[in-house]
């Protein structure tokens, strides 16, 4: 039957994912690089069927996924069965205000942001999904703590698009009765917001968030879940990322940039117990990195005797690979937490899958942790 899919934003992450997605249920590419496929009994990510990709940038409204992706992707032989995925106008809510995009939301269409968002709805309710991806580009961080401020504020589009995606896809589920898992990969609060969480467990959906996991973050994670583990203590922290993508070009701005900040620093004092001074964030944008950002990373800590050692990482990371296949594997978990009767945030796949792993004031635990955990539970659960 397939697990009926949303992507919302038609950029780099989504493109990868789709054509990771077409070469693995085609039998190109074996299963890499997507976490615990060789377990998942329940549903697998070869089950995943995108039913619809959204975006507000002109450019891409109305194309198709194969030439939007042709130019996204480093590859040659893009699937051609992404050319019957065409682009829907989406939410726009003046994400991509002050980038220099061409961008027009259904609101701007409608006339009313109230509206706009009842069509999206209402478009959600036709496609029937069970997983809603948000992808879209990275928004000023912000939380909502009480479902009154959600349900008053998201149909006007005053909390930004993110927020009124998540919105969106609890009232679906409310309206059709149809369970939906709305997974954000990006920064802003929706599993960290009480008011968002509440309204999913009121929908009887799930919300699962925030900001992925991919690249540097996890890896500074286990390399201080390994200080921690040895008894070292932790002197400082410097973690650069310099990207040459449309992603990175959107964190030059301050305010976007914060909010990763945010996602990325909240894991320091959660692993050591301690908050080690530290510099983690996206600190450049240069174009020829393309999608393989350059990481460098210097822990210094002290050791036993009050000796000094440090350790010092270079990478180059492809940053959409690694969020695509993030996706692969979240998809079939989250519709398989649904059909096990899950509901509101489950923090255990948080913690592996995002940065900033909701609810509120959950712990953040080193990824390697977090797997075992996730292992332990999704078992008992019988999905894997
Ligand atoms: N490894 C990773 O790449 C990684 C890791 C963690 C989080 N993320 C997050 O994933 C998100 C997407 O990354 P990307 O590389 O695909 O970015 P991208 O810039 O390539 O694509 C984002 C897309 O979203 C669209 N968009 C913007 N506002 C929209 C709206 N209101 N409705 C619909 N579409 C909208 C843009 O037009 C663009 O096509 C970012 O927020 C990023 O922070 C990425």
């Known amino acids: 039957m397939g697990i009926r899919t949303v992507l919302i934003g038609a950029g780099g992450g989504s493109s990868y994912f789709l054509v990771g997605l077409e070469r693995l249920k085609s ?4 299963p890499v690089g997507i976490p615990l496929a060789g377990l998942l009994r329940a549903h697998r990510p070869e089950d995943i069927n995108v039913v619809a990709v959204y975006d507000v940038d002109n450019s891409k409204v109305g194309r198709d996924m194969y030439s939007i992706a042709s130019k996204l992707v480093p590859a040659s032989n893009i699937p051609r069965s992404l050319k019957d995925i065409v682009v829907s106008r989406g939410l726009h809510c003046g994400s991509l205000g002050g980038l220099n995009v061409d961008a027009t939301g259904l609101e701007d269409v409608i006339g009313s942001p109230e509206r706009a968002f009842e069509e999206f709805v209402n478009q959600l309710a036709k496609l029937r999904p069970d997983v809603i991806v948000n992808v879209i580009t990275t928004e000023p961080m912000r939380f909502v703590d ?37 997974i954000n990969l990006t920064p802003p609060a929706t599993a960290n917001s009480p008011g968002v969480v509440s309204a999913f467990e009121r929908a009887g959906a799930l919300v699962m968030g925030d900001d992925a996991a991919t690249g540097a973050t996890p890896l500074t994670a286990d390399l201080l879940e390994h200080m921690a583990e040895r008894g070292r203590r932790v002197l400082s ?34 692993i050591l117990g301690y908050d080690a001074p530290h510099y983690i964030k996206p600190t450049g944008y240069l174009e020829p990195l393309g999608d393989r950002k350059f990481v460098a990373m210097h822990i210094e800590y002290e050791s036993f005797g009050g000796f000094r050692d440090e350790v010092i990482v270079n990478a180059r990371i ?9 996706m692969a594997s979240a998809i079939p978990v989250a519709k398989s937490l649904l059909e096990r009767g899950v509901r509101g945030t489950y923090a255990t796949a948080n913690r592996f899958y995002m940065k900033m792993p909701g609810p509120r004031g959950s712990k953040n635990i080193s990824k390697i942790v977090a797997y075992q955990d996730l292992l332990r539970e999704l078992k008992k659960l019988d999905i894997i």
């Open 27 to 30: 039998r190109e590419v074996p």
């Open 146 to 182: 009480s479902e009154g401020e959600l349900v008053r504020l998201a149909p006007q589009c005053a909390l930004g698009a993110t927020l009124a995606y998540a919105y969106a896809a609890a009232e679906y589920s409310t309206k059709t009765g149809n369970p939906v898992a709305f």
């Open 237 to 270: 922290i410097a973690q650069f990322n310099i990207g040459g993508n449309s992603d990175f070009l959107s964190l030059t701005e301050p305010e976007r940039n914060h909010s990763k900040e945010v996602t990325k620093s909240s894991m320091v004092s959660d």
């Open 318 to 326: 492809n940053d959409k690979s690694n969020l695509a296949g993030l």
